[in-house]
């Protein structure tokens, strides 16, 4: 699955088991991918490596939270409705050109 922002196209896994849901981008370097939570209300970034990127998404994929170059040791929570929101991380200071509001389109390979 792919995203397009800002004229890249970025690779987006899909956080789909239970270990890739565990591990998510911790130790991860160099990232140059997204990565999708579906029906994730809140991450943690202990244990990163780098900064990321975080935005919130309700069941339409439109953005309702964003924090931008987010560092490690951190817990964020975007809504108290686990099973309506993801949370897609992405690589620091690669969503500055989407704002809250926009809907995101994902595209298969």
Do not use: Q, W
Request: aromatic share 10%; hydrophobic share 35%.
């Amino acid at each position: 699955m792919y995203l397009k922002v800002n004229k890249e196209k970025y690779p987006i896994l899909l956080a789909n088991t239970f270990y890739k849901r565990l591990t998510g981008l911790i130790g991860k370097t160099n990232i140059n991918y997204g990565m999708l939570f579906p029906k994730c209300n809140s991450i943690h970034t202990y244990f990163m490596k780098e900064n990321i990127d975080i935005l919130g998404l309700n069941e339409n994929n439109e953005v309702i939270y964003k924090y931008e170059n987010l560092n490690s040791n951190r817990i964020i929570k975007i809504s108290n409705t686990p099973k309506k929101t993801s949370i897609l991380e992405m690589p620091a200071n690669s969503t500055k050109k989407i704002a809250i509001g926009t809907i995101l389109t994902f595209e298969e390979d």
